[in-house]
């Protein structure tokens, strides 16, 4: 017998003090309802109440508890040895929304069609798990690695430029948090790690070139990909467009130097979106997928007889029997107090 997630057992070192607790909580009830009335009258007020305290209850909760926690904890018993496929590929798409994507020199406008041309991507990947980073002045994950292209295409759908408000483009933080995801996502058995990266080019000295060389000794390949055409002014949220502060009109221009030179230090393939065809499908069957058909093999691996459900079964068991056990008490103080005011009508006075 061992455990897959062991750590999820120091937690049962907790149920002996909240039993202690519980106990606590009801000997001040009892302290409370002493200072109301004397102890003779209590078995009037509360029928059953004197003789029979909660323990059984307890008990039946506490076991449940213990019985969610080992289920956690993931218990196994004996393993076998299968045939596995290797995954494919991880891929974090990594895409800029900081305002400067809406500027309209690609139509309708950057930011648009970058989310069309990720979609289209979305429809040729097989077997392979995608992700979704955004950034502007910041970044986040938006969608974690997943295989369920649907769902990533329902996050994909509320991406906007207001998605982030601290404005700005925080090019390094970005691949930076795209390569953290890549590693605290990827399983056994996958067989390359890539990021595509989206963006305008335009950085504010959150060095993304250092980045992209840490990416590199972690295995994961960037490719990069700049979205504009000849400049075009930023609109803004509330209308007009973004001036400088001599009233001037700011006009983007994408800057394609730090991409291709984030693509030539990893490996990758720098593309340009100057006619808003951005080949993020050609990317894929071109340069994502060959590398790994020659090593997409199966392989032996060790897999566990898992015991949990039988652990989360019993925690269901004991807790859905202590609620009915507690119905059960109350019906039966219930019933015991009418059978009382029946035989003494003075009783119930």
């Known amino acids: 017998m061992s455990f897959a997630k062991p750590e999820y057992l120091a937690f049962l070192l907790l149920l002996l003090p909240l039993f202690f607790i519980f106990i606590a909580i009801q000997k001040r009830y009892e302290r409370r309802l002493l200072l109301l009335t004397r102890r003779d ?3 009037l007020l509360l029928p059953g109440w004197a003789l029979r305290k909660p323990w059984f209850s307890w008990v039946l909760l506490l076991l449940g508890v213990a019985c969610m926690l080992l289920a956690l904890a993931r218990p196994r018993y004996g393993f ?14 990594v895409l800029d929304v900081s305002r400067s994507m809406n500027a309209a020199d690609i139509n309708p406008s950057r930011l648009i069609r970058a989310k069309r041309e990720i979609l289209d991507l979305l429809k040729v990947v097989r077997g392979d798990r995608l992700g979704l980073v955004l950034f502007a002045g910041v970044g986040f994950i938006q969608c974690p690695l997943t295989q369920d292209m649907k769902a990533l295409e329902l996050f994909l759908d509320q991406v906007d430029s207001d998605a982030i408000p601290v404005q700005g483009t925080s090019m390094g933080q970005a691949i930076r948090l795209g390569m953290q995801a890549l590693q605290d996502g990827t399983e056994a058995g996958s067989v390359g790690k890539a990021m595509i990266l989206i963006s305008d080019g ?13 990416a590199t000794e972690q295995g994961i390949v960037i490719h990069t990909i700049s979205v504009g055409g000849q400049g075009a002014p930023i609109p803004l949220p509330e209308g007009g467009f973004l001036k400088d502060d001599s009233g001037s009109l700011v006009v983007s221009k994408p800057d394609e130097t730090i991409l291709r030179q984030i693509a030539e230090a990893t490996d990758g393939h720098f593309l340009r979106s100057e006619t808003g065809d951005f080949g993020l499908d050609r990317l894929y069957e071109e340069s994502i997928r060959p590398p790994l058909k020659e090593t997409e093999q199966s392989q032996r691996e060790r897999v566990w007889n898992e015991a949990h459900h039988w652990l989360t079964g019993l925690a269901a068991l004991f807790l859905l029997s202590e609620v ?4 059960w008490r109350s019906r039966q103080r219930v019933s015991r107090t009418v059978s009382r005011e029946a035989l003494d009508p003075m009783a119930g006075s």
């Open 41 to 43: 009258f209590q078995p």
């Open 80 to 93: 076998e040895w299968r045939d596995v496929k290797k995954r494919g590929a991880d891929v974090m798409i």
């Open 324 to 327: 009915f056990y507690r119905r």
């Open 202 to 214: 335009e950085d504010q000295d959150t060095d993304p070139l250092a980045a992209a060389r840490s």
